[in-house]
């Protein structure tokens, strides 16, 4: 009992924190539709089958989640998170259905009952893993990032480099823009949750770059329209979240990031943080980023998502040092820097583990083909064996081991991109590397499939 003598209960129990789980799982956005593509906001397929797994490993304390599971957890973050921003039905009485069901009440109380433990659980280890050692001063902290920027501006891009090695050019771009379509097609969304309230003229500050985002109100010129453009030109459905399937775990995890620190404002030191990385790193970063679009689709292609950025945030990465932390710091004294160092570091490293992910897929969709005979190693004594109707589909997902996948009887599609598909018949197997992300559908009338780890 407390001073009121209320019966005090916590929303973070074991039993209250399962509860709210099953019903964010057994939301009908995150259902298979039995297709691989969205065909409205409101559709968010993510395996819930794979729910008790990952709630008994959520559950436990410390470690980090295996590849399969964070993929899970993360678009279950992501979902409940997007339940907050405004998608609205077409006109079909079928969409009008699942808008009403998307922003259920319940849904999105349960979403808030697990989101702390959620993202405790996805983001911890960057506790673990970034150092930060000292006493920062805002001298120090300028000196430090200034000086990480400058590297970054001389780097050149891993990406352009392997874009020249591939076979595919245009499906390894296309691939690229479908992951940023995770976050860019509703850019600034995060960032709009930290201008409301009061803080002073800091506050201001940011309204003026989430109003640059936001086009200063002319819808054409809105950072979301402009990548809307540029996915048309690329020839891709800019439908929000069309590609949702085949986001990989890092690209949700970016976005999955910014919404953390900015629904939740103990986190608002972090965000300034991160805030300034992504503005600052941003006007080099685009700079490649066009290049590879150029590369891929010609000289003439639509670039002006990427250089709109490497112009105006030159001047977002400056306001967002200059107008919003250098007064904060002296507002709020520098035992905040320490946060905001935190927030710097931590997008910098999601964002290197997000480019590994999407180059390591990208690499391996390129070369990736059918085989006659399983890799030496294939532990054939734990083989699965699956039979499936035709049509029938397996949401994509990914492995924490490398797996030999084998056709005994029938047809089916390995699905590992929207732009790869590889037919497998009888006799013809694949290797599925660890943590690369696939799905499957079966094009005969029936298919018996076998699986088995490769040590
Ligand atoms: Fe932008
Ligand atoms: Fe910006
Ligand atoms: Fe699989």
Redesign the pocket.
Same mark, same amino acid.
């Given at each position: 009992m407390n001073q009121h003598n209320l019966p005090t209960a916590s929303l973070f129990d074991e039993e209250t924190q399962r509860r709210a789980y099953a019903i964010a799982a057994n939301q009908e956005c995150l259902a298979s539709t039995g297709d691989f593509y969205a065909q409205s906001p409101f559709s968010r397929p993510s395996r819930p089958q794979d729910l008790p797994q990952f709630v008994s490993q959520a559950m436990s304390e410390g470690g980090d989640l295996p590849p399969s599971l964070a993929l899970f957890g993360h678009r279950l973050l992501f979902t409940g998170y997007e339940q907050e921003l405004v998608f609205l039905p077409q006109k079909t009485t079928s969409q009008m259905k699942s808008y009403r069901s998307f922003y259920d009440s319940e849904a999105r109380a349960a979403a808030a009952v697990i989101r702390p433990a959620l993202e405790k659980k996805l983001f911890g280890w960057m506790d673990r893993e970034i150092e930060l050692s000292g006493k920062w001063t805002l001298d120090a902290f300028r000196e430090y990032s200034e000086g990480v920027l400058e590297d970054l501006e001389k780097s050149d891009s891993t990406f352009l480099r392997l874009l020249h090695e591939l076979n595919d050019k245009k499906s390894a771009v296309q691939f690229f823009i479908v992951q940023c379509a995770s976050d860019f097609l509703c850019e600034a969304s995060a960032m709009a949750r930290n201008v409301l309230g009061n803080y002073g003229p800091e506050l201001s500050e940011l309204f003026k %770059?989430l109003i640059?985002?936001y086009g200063y109100g002319v819808h054409e010129k809105k950072?979301s329209t402009l990548f809307e453009e540029l996915m048309r030109d690329a020839e891709l459905n800019p439908m929000p979240h069309y590609y949702w399937q085949f986001y990989n775990t890092g690209s949700l995890s970016l976005a999955n990031y910014f919404q953390f620190i900015s629904g939740d404002h103990n986190q608002f030191f972090r965000y300034l943080g991160a805030l300034y990385f992504t503005?600052a790193s941003?006007a080099f970063i685009t700079r490649h980023q066009s290049a590879a679009i150029k590369l891929a689709f010609g000289r003439d292609a639509n670039t002006l998502y990427f250089d709109e950025?490497t112009h %105006?945030?030159t001047h977002?990465g400056r306001m967002a040092f200059e107008n919003l932390i250098v007064p904060i710091v002296e507002k709020c004294g520098t035992g905040v820097l320490g946060e905001i160092v935190k927030g710097f570091e931590e997008f910098r490293t999601l964002l290197d583990r997000a480019d590994e992910e999407m180059l390591a897929q990208i690499a391996w969709l390129d070369k990736a083909d059918k085989a006659d005979n399983a890799p030496v190693g294939t532990r054939s004594d734990e083989t699965m064996v699956f039979t499936e109707d035709e049509g029938e589909l397996s949401v994509t997902h990914c492995h924490d081991l490398d797996e030999w996948f084998e056709v005994e009887k029938g047809a089916i599609d390995l699905v590992c991109s929207p732009f790869k598909r590889v037919r497998l018949e009888a006799g013809e197997g694949m290797v599925l590397p660890k943590g690369m992300l696939h799905g499957s559908i079966v094009v005969s009338d029936k298919c018996t499939y076998r699986v088995a780890p490769v040590a």
């Open positions: %770059i640059d985002e950072h503005e941003l950025h %105006i945030d977002h």
